[in-house]
C-alpha cells in the first residue's frame, strides 16, 4: 500500500481515524510505523493527506490525519469489457483501478459464457475492496465507476450515449491495421472509451454494431492476447499516448 485508503465515515470531526485488519497489519507490519510516524493516506473519493500514528499493534492503528492534498486527475479513460472468466475478472478489478480508468462497463458478447453474469466476483461486495486495493497502489482516491449490462446491443445502440456522452471510442480489434502506438490526441481534455472483447474475440456483427456507434478499430498487433493481458496493454498505451498528446 503506497497510500492508506479511509473511508470518509472512519473519520471523526477531530481528524482521527482507527484502523483495523489489512491496513493495520500493513502499517504495523510492512511500514514498521511507531507512535509519531507520518504515514500517507487518503479519503476514499476525496483528498489526500498525512496520518499521524497515535497507537499502532498488529491489529489496531490510530491515526490523526490532515487531508490537505488533491487527488490526481480523474482519469479520461472508460474500459467497456466482455466480461471474460470470473477468475480473470477477479484478478483484472486492481489492475484497472491501479492502471486508471473512470468507468468499467462489463458487458455481454456472443463468446461470452451467460454463467460469468451469475458469478459472486460482480457482487460491489466482493469487487470494491479489489478497486481500492489498486487505488492504495496508485495513490488515488476515485473509485472507478461500474456498470453492468447483459445486452450488448441494447447498450450501444441505447444506453451508451447516456453512460458516455462524449469523447473519442475505440474498438479494439486485431485484424485492423490501425496501431494504438499510431494515435495522436492533441485535445488535453480528450476522453476516450476503448472497448475490448472475449478471448474469442469479437464477432463480425459485434463489430459492425460498434463501428456504426462511432468506434474507430485500432489494434496492438495480431496476438490474441488473454483478457488481462490485453485490457493492461492497450490501457498503459492509452494512457501513455494521452499523455504525450
Given at each position: 500500500?503506497?497510500?492508506?485508503l479511509i473511508?470518509?465515515?472512519?473519520v471523526?470531526?477531530?481528524g482521527?481515524?482507527?484502523l483495523?485488519?489489512?491496513?493495520?497489519r500493513?502499517?504495523?507490519?510492512?511500514?514498521?510505523a511507531?507512535p509519531?510516524t507520518?504515514?500517507r493516506?487518503?479519503?476514499?473519493?476525496s483528498l489526500?493527506?498525512r496520518?499521524l500514528?497515535?497507537?499502532?499493534?498488529?491489529?489496531?492503528?490510530?491515526?490523526?490525519?490532515?487531508?490537505?492534498?488533491?487527488?490526481?486527475p480523474?482519469?479520461?479513460?472508460a474500459?467497456?469489457?466482455?466480461?471474460?472468466?470470473p477468475?480473470?475478472m477477479?484478478?483484472?478489478?486492481?489492475?484497472?483501478?491501479?492502471?486508471?480508468?473512470?468507468?468499467?462497463i462489463?458487458?455481454n458478447?456472443?463468446k461470452?459464457?451467460?454463467a460469468?453474469f451469475?458469478?459472486?466476483?460482480l457482487?460491489?461486495?466482493?469487487?470494491?475492496?479489489?478497486?481500492?486495493?489498486?487505488l492504495q497502489?496508485?495513490?488515488?482516491?476515485?473509485?472507478?465507476?461500474?456498470?453492468?449490462?447483459?445486452?450488448?446491443?441494447?447498450?450501444?445502440?441505447?444506453?451508451?450515449?447516456?453512460?458516455?456522452p462524449?469523447?473519442?471510442?475505440?474498438?479494439?480489434?486485431?485484424?485492423?491495421?490501425?496501431?494504438?502506438?499510431?494515435l495522436?490526441?492533441?485535445?488535453?481534455?480528450?476522453r476516450?472509451?476503448?472497448?475490448?472483447?472475449?478471448e474469442?474475440?469479437?464477432?463480425d456483427?459485434?463489430r459492425?454494431?460498434?463501428?456504426?456507434?462511432?468506434?474507430?478499430?485500432?489494434?496492438?498487433?495480431?496476438?490474441?492476447?488473454?483478457?488481462?493481458?490485453?485490457?493492461?496493454s492497450?490501457?498503459?498505451?492509452?494512457?501513455?499516448?494521452?499523455?504525450?498528446?
Amino acid at each position: 500500500m503506497n497510500l492508506i485508503l479511509i473511508e470518509a465515515s472512519e473519520v471523526d470531526v477531530q481528524g482521527n481515524a482507527v484502523l483495523t485488519g489489512a491496513r493495520a497489519r500493513h502499517i504495523h507490519d510492512v511500514l514498521g510505523a511507531k507512535p509519531g510516524t507520518s504515514i500517507r493516506v487518503g479519503v476514499v473519493n476525496s483528498l489526500r493527506g498525512r496520518g499521524l500514528v497515535q497507537e499502532v499493534t498488529d491489529s489496531r492503528v490510530v491515526l490523526h490525519c490532515e487531508f490537505t492534498e488533491a487527488p490526481p486527475p480523474a482519469p479520461r479513460i472508460a474500459l467497456l469489457l466482455a466480461l471474460p472468466r470470473p477468475k480473470v475478472m477477479r484478478r483484472l478489478w486492481a489492475q484497472l483501478s491501479a492502471i486508471g480508468v473512470g468507468r468499467i462497463i462489463l458487458t455481454n458478447a456472443a463468446k461470452v459464457e451467460r454463467a460469468y453474469f451469475d458469478s459472486h466476483v460482480l457482487k460491489p461486495e466482493v469487487y470494491r475492496p479489489y478497486l481500492i486495493e489498486g487505488l492504495q497502489q496508485a495513490q488515488d482516491t476515485a473509485v472507478p465507476e461500474v456498470s453492468i449490462r447483459k445486452q450488448l446491443k441494447v447498450l450501444i445502440e441505447d444506453e451508451l450515449d447516456i453512460l458516455f456522452p462524449y469523447g473519442g471510442r475505440l474498438l479494439a480489434d486485431t485484424s485492423t491495421w490501425h496501431r494504438v502506438r499510431d494515435l495522436m490526441f492533441n485535445d488535453p481534455n480528450m476522453r476516450l472509451l476503448v472497448a475490448v472483447g472475449p478471448e474469442g474475440g469479437w464477432t463480425d456483427y459485434e463489430r459492425d454494431l460498434f463501428q456504426r456507434h462511432g468506434f474507430k478499430p485500432v489494434s496492438m498487433g495480431p496476438r490474441t492476447l488473454r483478457a488481462d493481458t490485453a485490457c493492461v496493454s492497450i490501457l498503459a498505451m492509452l494512457n501513455e499516448a494521452i499523455t504525450a498528446g
